[in-house]
């Protein structure tokens, strides 16, 4: 069995090729542009050089070709927006179609969410497959190889995109991933100076903050990066404290692996409380610094 | 220009039933509009409105229920000028492969174009694919994540927000562009757009070609619930702060 990984973040990177190594006694790494490397992930790394003004979807041709020379059986690929565009042009190349954001492997049956959570749907490729796999699925497994280096000619596309500017997002700093506690607000935040009351608390209990939904659309009271939830971050940290979060489906899919699930809520119908392992009934507004307080 | 912009018609999620034994029921479930792409109808429309003499098409491929009177007003009051829609029970429950080149069919039907925009994942499947997999169908340049669009002469220009950088790419027509939830607002339609959405064309058809979908689904149910402890306590309480603080420590 061989297996293609496709990523462009080291984390990834190690985490994918530990994955394929569970499956594959070979393993070929595709990396991309400058990506930086880990030790050790992979039997072969075949890098694709970006020309100047390429965009790293164009080197989907490039991976087409690899793929091809390669005669993998199964591809697993981070799910970043470039990769997704690679992996999608590789499917569409060999009938197939991307088995995403796997949350779990069981042999060839691939699970992941339907409808946000609603379902789990349990999936199996026809031919060759090719799943996008996210950050925790594989963390157990242990990554190894030579990463035997092979340069890859650039095949270009019929149509480029060409690549105006690259800007960096300017991060929050907080990885929530690597949070173990987790401070989550929600609607029941009136302004966002009270969002203070939730950083107090992140504080006492070195956590890191996140919210629902609302807080990051329409208004941008917080990074869209800490949103918790469908399309947003998927968490299963030990702690998670949900403050004046109702609890809807579309949040709760986003915690509900996480180990003890606390919830603060003013209203005692809020579903929340039916899905956590203590609740507090009350004010976030009164209940929130007296918390931090007794902590 | 030519704006196509393509969607899905999912049943609502708020009406889905989950059975006895955790498989899902739709029996009651709504058909509409996959909720995100709402979002690429209003950019379409807001960039229809930017560029005069532009014209957006809708397009969706989908079982015999999506042909719904209701549903293809909500779509042609929404900015909409003209709607093409498969409805054929050959396009039920298609992955993205089968949706693509359904999609393709249908596409060809509606003559020349310069752009089509996607929304930024379905409500069901979410796995962010018909995008690319129909800009390959049709031998398309593609690109995702778009937070804003600008036309040019012969090209759009992209600004496309990823995960830790924000690229502004400039993208040949014609092409396949998918927006975030970001891109716009969806409007609200009014009573006057309904009306008006009545009299504008509908083109519905069946499949040609069959879609055999690549992924086979073994199984899909509702999750098993995580066992939680369920203490509630009122913040009122005597010492429920104390009880709460507790707790946590205990958790960590």
């Given amino acids: 069995m061989k297996a293609l990984v496709l990523a462009e973040r080291s984390d990834a990177i190690a985490e994918l090729c530990a994955g394929a190594r569970t499956v594959a006694d070979e393993v070929v790494l595709v990396a991309f542009g400058d990506t930086q490397v880990p030790e050790a992930v992979a039997d072969k790394v075949a890098h694709i050089a970006l020309p100047e003004g390429a965009v790293v979807d164009d080197a989907a041709d490039t991976v087409i070709a690899a793929f091809d020379a390669e005669k993998a059986d199964v591809v697993f690929v981070e799910p970043t927006k470039h990769m997704k565009v690679v992996a999608g042009k590789l499917a569409a190349h060999l009938g197939a179609s991307v088995i995403t954001d796997v949350i779990a492997f069981e042999g060839d049956v691939a699970t992941n969410m339907f409808f946000g959570g609603v379902g789990m749907k349990k999936q199996k490729a026809a031919g060759v497959a090719i799943y996008t796999v996210g950050a925790g699925v594989f963390a157990e497994a242990q990554a190894s190889g030579a990463n035997a280096v092979e340069e890859l000619a650039w095949v270009a596309p019929a149509k480029a995109v060409k690549l105006v500017s690259s800007k960096a997002i300017e991060k929050s700093g907080v990885d929530l991933f690597k949070a173990d506690v987790v401070v989550a607000a929600g609607r029941g935040f009136a302004a966002k100076e009270d969002l203070k009351m939730a950083d107090e608390l992140c504080e006492k209990l070195g956590a890191g903050l996140g919210c629902s939904r609302p807080l990051t659309e329409g208004v941008d009271w917080l990074p869209t990066e800490v949103y918790i939830g469908v399309s947003g971050l998927m968490l299963s940290p030990k702690v998670y404290i949900a403050a004046g979060i109702s609890g809807q489906m579309q949040h709760m899919v986003g915690c509900n692996r996480a180990t003890t699930l606390f919830a603060i809520n003013k209203d005692k119908n809020a579903p929340i409380f039916k899905q956590c392992d203590f609740g507090l009934v009350g004010d976030i507004n009164t209940v929130l610094p007296a918390l931090t307080a007794a902590l | ?252």
């Fill in chain 2, 1 to 252: 220009m030519k704006i196509v912009v393509s969607f899905k018609v999912v049943p609502d999620d708020q009406d889905i039933q989950v059975s006895g034994d955790g498989s899902l029921d739709f029996s009651k479930a709504h058909k509409i509009v996959s909720t995100y792409d709402l979002n690429a109808m209003e950019a379409a429309a807001q960039l229809a409105a930017a560029n005069e003499g532009s014209s957006v098409v809708g397009v969706t491929v989908g079982d015999k229920k999506i042909d719904d009177s209701k549903l293809k007003k909500n779509v042609l009051a929404r900015g909409v000028d003209e709607l093409f829609m498969t409805a054929d029970d050959a396009c039920a429950d298609m992955d993205a492969h089968a949706t693509a080149a359904a999609l393709a069919e249908l596409v060809a039907k509606v003559g020349d174009y310069d752009l089509i925009l996607c929304g930024d994942g379905s409500a069901d499947n979410y796995a962010q694919q018909v995008d690319v997999q129909l800009a390959a169908k049709l031998g398309l340049p593609v690109v995702n994540g778009a937070t804003k669009i600008e036309a040019g002469d012969g090209f759009v220009t992209v600004e496309r927000t990823l995960e830790d950088v924000v690229e502004t790419v400039e993208v040949p027509l014609p092409a396949v562009v998918s927006v975030t939830p970001d891109v716009a607002l969806p409007r609200i339609p009014g009573m006057k757009d309904i009306l008006a959405a009545g009299k504008k064309p509908m083109n519905v058809v069946a499949a040609e070609g069959t879609f055999a979908n690549a992924i086979k689904v073994v199984d899909c149910k509702a999750p098993e619930q995580a066992d939680r402890k369920l203490e509630i306590i009122d913040a009122s309480e005597d010492g429920a702060i104390e009880k709460f603080a507790a707790a946590i420590k205990a958790a960590l």
